[in-house]
């Protein structure tokens, strides 16, 4: 199916239709758009909304169109029957029936598109007032739909509140387009985004620079006591709020890292030092301060962290510095800086790029892991053979059917691996709650833990049983869990498995990608035609690789 998006609303969206086909994120292949007048009869027919399958539908119709009870209230009608709740729930009842045929369906909270007459206090009034009206809808919109996996809510309020100018009544009396063309901007921005976060496309960490950056002022020459950072001064204070946003960020998992023409020990002491500081010196997981190019530090960080640089965003206040990065590493987002430091925040805020669907568990304790692993390395490069180093680490796998309680996560690492991922499948949540129900096809977790660190589910197999056969469909490992023969012990239960079952394991195809290098490098090594691995068992399933110096648990 090609990546093709429903455009379904009762006014007129042809031109947001072109934003989105003309856009250079090359992320959407198709665009279709409801006819005008006929939203109601065809949100009502299946037949005449679903007749070109697309992967997405973004349904937006003004609230007159679904609730005659709002059009009555803003005309201030007399003869107002309060039907409100019930022409909400006859709308959400629509949309559960419309995502059974599509795979993503996006639902922005409702709004006026023609700024209704106001009467000030009365706006509020409870069952009457305009304002109030809207914000019951939308609040039963959020009840309505909150457990639902493939509907996703867009908060529609906050593109109205970064726009300057959102209407434009003369478009709406040429052409029933109501918005103005920057603010259809705002919206195609949105559903980009919102694309590239259910493929797990968003950004994982930002390499900042430090000098007029995280703080005003050079601190080589200017000394960290009065570089501007908080205090008495609106420049410090908009560096502060800088690096508050920059802390919320790291706590949802985004990684921080340095890459700084500097002096080391000078840095250092400013962290150390200025009591302002809101961002410590160990929150960055990779500090690369030195006089070397920067295109080689963000190299070298790619290298250490184990991330590919499609998930690296660059900021730094330097033009040639941005341009240089821009043209030597293109897969590197580098959005241009703010000359004006009063904007940072706001500018952060809104490059809409560190999006997630949900956040689990794993993102709130990734930068813990992070640095957890980074002391791995150290004491690996500190042990006398791989053998002892793996030995230390006391390495436990437990390799158990998907729960309800994972299935999110799953999903998630599904959808964002791309090193260790055989085929690079993604799935939507309708899609991957089919085959985790599926009786023919056996979904396993991969949970990891070992001395240093606690246990996280870091890996994914899905086998699929057919004809005598065993097929591998997905198998896949956080790029944390490479080197330490985790990847060989799942290849290992896979023909565990096959051997339980009486079955032979198909030819493992790989599909190939500019990402999946490491994956194709593993496969590469294994005999296909003759897969085997020593192993010994004992009655709590509890199985050990003693040539992989691995153990593992079994609980199914």
Not at 298 to 321: A, R
Not at 459 to 488: P, V, Y
Not at 503 to 508: D, E, G, H, V
Not at 528 to 538: L, P
Request: with cysteine; glycine share 2%; proline share 3%.
């Amino acid at each position: 199916m090609k990546n093709s998006v429903t455009l379904f609303s009762d006014i007129n969206l042809d031109y947001l239709k072109k934003i989105l086909v003309s856009s250079s994120h090359c992320v959407i292949d198709e665009v279709h758009t409801s006819k005008v007048n006929q939203f109601y009869q065809s949100f009502l027919d299946d037949n005449n909304l679903i007749k070109i399958k697309s992967e997405y539908l973004f349904i937006w119709p003004s609230p007159e169109t679904i609730s005659p009870t709002y059009q009555k209230i803003k005309n201030s009608d007399e003869n107002i029957h309060l039907n409100l709740e019930n022409e909400i729930y006859e709308y959400v009842s629509r949309i559960k029936v419309l995502a059974t045929k599509y795979e993503y369906v996006f639902v922005p909270l409702m709004h006026d598109f023609f700024k209704p007459m106001t009467f000030g206090i009365s706006d509020m009034q409870f069952d009457t007032g305009v304002g109030y009206c809207i914000y019951k809808m939308n609040s039963l919109l959020i009840e309505s739909l909150k457990n639902e996996n493939n509907i996703y809510l867009l908060d529609s309020d906050k593109w109205f509140r970064n726009s300057n100018k959102w209407d434009d009544q003369k478009l709406w009396l040429r052409a029933k387009i109501p918005f103005s063309i920057d603010f259809m901007k705002i919206i195609a921005n949105e559903i980009y985004a919102s694309i590239l976060t259910i493929r797990g496309k968003q950004k994982k960490i930002i390499v900042l620079d430090l000098d007029n950056t995280l703080w005003g002022g050079i601190v080589g020459d200017d000394g960290w006591e009065n570089i501007k950072i908080g205090g008495h001064d609106y420049i410090g204070e908009a560096f502060l709020e800088f690096q508050k946003n920059l802390k919320v960020l790291q706590n949802r998992g985004i990684l921080l890292a340095i890459a700084s023409k500097n002096e080391a020990t000078i840095v250092k002491k400013a962290f150390e030092n200025n009591n302002y500081m809101l961002l410590k010196y160990n929150d960055f997981i990779a500090k690369k301060i030195n006089w070397n190019d920067k295109t080689e530090n963000i190299i070298e960080i790619s290298k250490n962290v184990n991330l590919g640089l499609d998930s690296f965003v660059f900021i730094d206040d330097s033009p040639y510095e941005r341009e240089r990065v821009k043209n030597e590493l293109p897969e590197v987002y580098v959005p241009d800086f703010p000359e004006d430091p009063s904007l940072l925040s706001n500018w952060l805020k809104n490059l809409n790029c560190f999006n997630s669907i949900k956040l689990t568990k794993e993102d709130l304790n990734r930068n813990k892991a992070m640095n957890v692993e980074m002391k791995k390395i150290e004491l690996k490069n500190t042990s006398s053979n791989f053998e002892e180093w793996l030995d230390s680490l006391k390495i436990e796998i437990n390799i158990q059917p998907i729960s309800s309680v994972d299935f999110d996560r799953a999903i998630q690492l599904i959808n964002k691996t791309n090193q260790m991922n055989l085929k690079t499948n993604r799935y939507s949540p309708k899609k991957f709650r089919e085959i985790v129900d599926n009786p023919d096809i056996l979904s396993l977790s991969v949970k990891i833990k070992d001395r240093l660190s606690t246990e996280e589910l870091m890996g994914i197999i899905i086998l699929e049983k057919a004809n005598k056969i065993i097929k591998l469909n997905d198998f896949i490992l956080s790029c944390r869990a490479f080197g330490k023969n985790i990847e060989s012990t799942m290849l290992g239960v896979v023909y565990i498995i096959s051997k339980k079952l009486d079955l032979s394991i198909k030819k493992i195809d790989i599909k190939k990608t500019e990402k999946n290098l490491v994956c194709q490098k593993f496969f590469e090594s294994i005999d296909h035609k003759n897969i085997k691995f020593s192993y010994e068992t004992n009655d709590n399933n509890l199985v050990t690789f003693s040539d992989l110096r691995t153990k593992v648990h079994l609980l199914f």
